[in-house]
């Protein structure tokens, strides 16, 4: 009970965040209106890919100084959570941007970049598909991975900044923390991102069990 | 690394390209072909294209060269011959020749296209020496990405078709920033408009170069 005090906290974290998310006053903003609320989702959403995805690229590192099943399972783990959310994090975008910018792909430069970054993890699958040698496929995959994180920046941070975007942050609009991200809404926010990290944490940190034991399985049967 | 390792390495892909010609014909076949087919599929109209269309045409075409003419830089190298490597040279000095003689072959192949390109749908390039600097970028950035991916995807199965997967989706800062500085020198906009996008594009080849040399000794290994 003791090492799994964190996961009581995302879950109370979780539970605060979307009752308070749904039913906490929120301000009123112009064409935002109640869809403000949809901050404590996607956003959170993003966030949470990214910390998933660093984990991931260091998993990788560490593999590559010094290779072992484990690394390379988290690796791989944290990877898959974050791809996952970073899916949800575009269709909680899309259906925002239906009610907000009229149409669900508007061909932001932000949106357009997150659906190549999507594309590049998703190739790190297929070439995780691609290898059957385990050590090989380990080792390959980190290198991929480095190279796939160290995009993912440019992509998302350095790119959009440079051109009109309708997200806040980037071409003029000010940025979430300067004007809109008022106390009312970071008393909620801030938890919903550590709740929804924890539980991408959780995810992948189960997963990496079951893949190590499952990898440990097939050396047996050998 | 070596100075005169990585040389001797550049003299020998030199050689080997010169004496199978039919490697680089090929490409240049290639290239002419596309973009001859792109003059006849607008047809009469091929002379007033649109600036936007002949620009993304243009870095299309180059792409997809690129791709085939980067892609047998590790694919079509025999096995035998990746171990006498290893027994001769160092993994750095390996992939900076690499990527030196590619980005070279690139950067011809990129004037060369647009020769040609410019002869057969017009030239309504304003800035000519912007746009060939532009080339020199946006061939030296997909010739480190190719060559990389391409020592990636030679030790997976199916590796022409991983090449692509792997590769386009990493190409895409490269090619946005390429045509965007592209259509600055098309519409003969000042040099000082570009210098963000060139100091972009400029920092993503480093960044992909020193990965490169980073990370190709483990990929190397095995």
Known sequence: MKKNWWKVLCVILLLYSVVGGFLMDVPRLHILNESIRNTFFHVPMWLGMMILLLVSMVYSVLYLKRPSLKYDCYAAEFAKTGILFGVL?????????????????????????????????????????????????????????????????????????????????????????????????????????????????????????????????????? | MLLSEVSALIKKEIIIELRQKYAINGILLYLAGTVFICYLSFGAQSSQLHPVTWNALFWIILLFTAVSAVAKSFLHESAGLMTYYYTVASGQSIITAKIIYYSLLLVALGLIGFAFYALVLGNPVHNPSLFTINIIFGAVGMATTLTLVSSIAAKAQNNQTLLAVLGLPLLIPVLLMSIKISKNAMDGLEWSASYNELAVIGSIDAIVCSLAIILFPYIWRS
Request: proline content about 4%; cysteine-free.
């Open chain 1, 89 to 222: 994090g575009i269709v909680t975008g899309m259906i925002w941007a239906k009610f907000t910018w009229t149409s669900a792909w508007s061909g932001d430069p932000k949106q357009n970049n997150a659906a190549i970054a999507l594309l590049i993890y998703f190739a790190y699958l297929v070439l995780r598909g691609s290898m059957k040698d385990p050590q090989q496929r380990s080792r390959i995959s980190a290198v991929y991975n480095i190279l796939a994180f160290s995009t993912l920046i440019p992509l998302l941070y350095i790119l959009p900044a440079q051109t009109d975007s309708l997200h806040p942050g980037s071409g003029g609009n000010a940025a979430f923390g300067d004007i809109d991200l008022d106390n009312r809404l970071r008393a909620v926010f801030y938890p919903a991102v550590i709740g929804w990290t924890l539980l991408g944490v959780w995810f992948a940190t189960l997963g990496s069990r079951i893949s190590i034991h499952r990898n440990r399985l097939d050396h047996l049967d050998q």
